[in-house]
Nanobody
Framework: QVQLVESGGGLVQAGGSLTLSCAASGRTFSSRIMGWFRQAPGKEREYVAA????????NYADSVKGRFTISRDIAKDMVHLQMNSLKPEDTAVYYC??????????????????WGQGTQVTVSS
Protein backbone atom coordinates (compact mmCIF):
# COMPACT_ATOMS: atom_id res chain seq x y z
CA GLN A 1 0.00 0.00 0.00
CA VAL A 2 0.91 3.66 0.19
CA GLN A 3 2.98 5.01 3.05
CA LEU A 4 3.24 8.70 3.85
CA VAL A 5 5.97 10.23 5.99
CA GLU A 6 5.97 13.88 7.04
CA SER A 7 9.03 15.89 7.94
CA GLY A 8 10.05 19.49 8.50
CA GLY A 9 8.12 20.29 11.65
CA GLY A 10 9.70 22.16 14.50
CA LEU A 11 9.73 25.29 16.62
CA VAL A 12 9.53 28.67 14.94
CA GLN A 13 8.81 32.21 16.11
CA ALA A 14 5.70 34.09 15.06
CA GLY A 15 6.13 35.68 11.65
CA GLY A 16 8.61 33.06 10.57
CA SER A 17 8.45 30.40 7.90
CA LEU A 18 8.57 26.65 7.82
CA THR A 19 8.28 24.06 5.07
CA LEU A 20 6.71 20.67 5.63
CA SER A 21 7.35 17.74 3.32
CA CYS A 22 5.46 14.55 2.71
CA ALA A 23 7.23 11.61 1.09
CA ALA A 24 5.11 8.92 -0.50
CA SER A 25 6.19 5.35 -1.09
CA GLY A 26 4.50 2.25 -2.39
CA ARG A 27 1.60 2.56 -4.79
CA THR A 28 1.84 6.31 -5.21
CA PHE A 29 -0.41 6.26 -8.27
CA SER A 30 -3.30 5.38 -5.97
CA SER A 31 -3.28 8.88 -4.48
CA ARG A 32 -5.22 11.15 -6.81
CA ILE A 33 -5.44 13.94 -4.26
CA MET A 34 -3.06 14.96 -1.49
CA GLY A 35 -3.97 17.10 1.45
CA TRP A 36 -2.70 18.63 4.66
CA PHE A 37 -4.68 18.64 7.88
CA ARG A 38 -3.77 19.87 11.34
CA GLN A 39 -4.98 19.24 14.85
CA ALA A 40 -4.30 21.44 17.84
CA PRO A 41 -4.81 20.31 21.45
CA GLY A 42 -8.49 20.32 22.32
CA LYS A 43 -9.58 21.07 18.76
CA GLU A 44 -10.96 19.04 15.89
CA ARG A 45 -8.79 17.98 13.00
CA GLU A 46 -8.81 20.91 10.60
CA TYR A 47 -8.42 21.03 6.84
CA VAL A 48 -5.48 23.10 5.64
CA ALA A 49 -4.89 22.58 1.92
CA ALA A 50 -5.21 20.08 -0.91
CA UNK A 51 -3.71 19.47 -4.31
CA UNK A 52 -4.90 17.24 -7.14
CA UNK A 53 -1.98 15.18 -8.38
CA UNK A 54 -2.94 15.31 -12.02
CA UNK A 55 -2.95 18.93 -13.09
CA UNK A 56 -1.89 20.40 -9.75
CA UNK A 57 -5.08 22.29 -8.87
CA UNK A 58 -4.93 23.59 -5.30
CA ASN A 59 -7.33 24.63 -2.59
CA TYR A 60 -6.81 26.29 0.78
CA ALA A 61 -8.70 26.82 3.97
CA ASP A 62 -9.62 30.45 4.52
CA SER A 63 -7.49 30.55 7.66
CA VAL A 64 -4.26 29.90 5.73
CA LYS A 65 -5.03 31.36 2.31
CA GLY A 66 -2.34 33.80 1.27
CA ARG A 67 0.13 32.45 3.83
CA PHE A 68 0.49 28.76 2.97
CA THR A 69 1.34 27.17 -0.36
CA ILE A 70 0.89 23.50 -1.23
CA SER A 71 2.92 22.04 -4.07
CA ARG A 72 3.91 18.70 -5.52
CA ASP A 73 7.13 17.27 -6.90
CA ILE A 74 6.14 14.67 -9.46
CA ALA A 75 9.66 13.34 -9.96
CA LYS A 76 10.17 12.72 -6.24
CA ASP A 77 6.61 11.72 -5.31
CA MET A 78 6.55 14.42 -2.67
CA VAL A 79 4.15 17.08 -1.48
CA HIS A 80 5.23 20.24 0.32
CA LEU A 81 3.52 22.83 2.45
CA GLN A 82 5.30 26.16 2.56
CA MET A 83 4.10 28.11 5.58
CA ASN A 84 4.82 31.82 5.83
CA SER A 85 3.81 34.50 8.33
CA LEU A 86 3.22 31.85 10.95
CA LYS A 87 1.01 32.65 13.91
CA PRO A 88 0.78 30.99 17.34
CA GLU A 89 -2.67 29.72 16.30
CA ASP A 90 -0.96 27.64 13.61
CA THR A 91 0.53 25.47 16.34
CA ALA A 92 -0.66 21.92 15.76
CA VAL A 93 0.28 18.47 14.61
CA TYR A 94 0.24 18.53 10.83
CA TYR A 95 -0.81 15.44 8.90
CA CYS A 96 -0.26 14.54 5.28
CA UNK A 97 -3.10 12.62 3.66
CA UNK A 98 -3.71 10.89 0.36
CA UNK A 99 -7.02 10.10 -1.29
CA UNK A 100 -7.73 7.50 -3.93
CA UNK A 101 -10.71 9.40 -5.26
CA UNK A 102 -11.20 13.08 -5.92
CA UNK A 103 -14.49 14.35 -4.59
CA UNK A 104 -16.14 17.58 -3.56
CA UNK A 105 -15.46 16.64 0.07
CA UNK A 106 -11.71 17.11 -0.13
CA UNK A 107 -11.87 19.36 2.94
CA UNK A 108 -13.05 16.46 5.09
CA UNK A 109 -10.77 13.87 6.67
CA UNK A 110 -13.12 11.09 5.62
CA UNK A 111 -12.27 11.74 1.97
CA UNK A 112 -8.71 10.47 2.44
CA UNK A 113 -7.43 6.90 2.56
CA UNK A 114 -3.80 7.21 3.65
CA TRP A 115 -2.33 9.22 6.51
CA GLY A 116 1.13 10.06 7.73
CA GLN A 117 2.21 9.93 11.36
CA GLY A 118 2.09 13.69 11.78
CA THR A 119 4.74 16.29 12.48
CA GLN A 120 4.61 18.87 15.26
CA VAL A 121 4.67 22.57 14.39
CA THR A 122 5.00 24.97 17.29
CA VAL A 123 4.84 28.73 16.75
CA SER A 124 5.96 30.85 19.67
CA SER A 125 5.07 34.48 20.29
Amino acid sequence: QVQLVESGGGLVQAGGSLTLSCAASGRTFSSRIMGWFRQAPGKEREYVAAIIWSGGSTNYADSVKGRFTISRDIAKDMVHLQMNSLKPEDTAVYYCAGGVYVSSNYDRATAYDYWGQGTQVTVSS
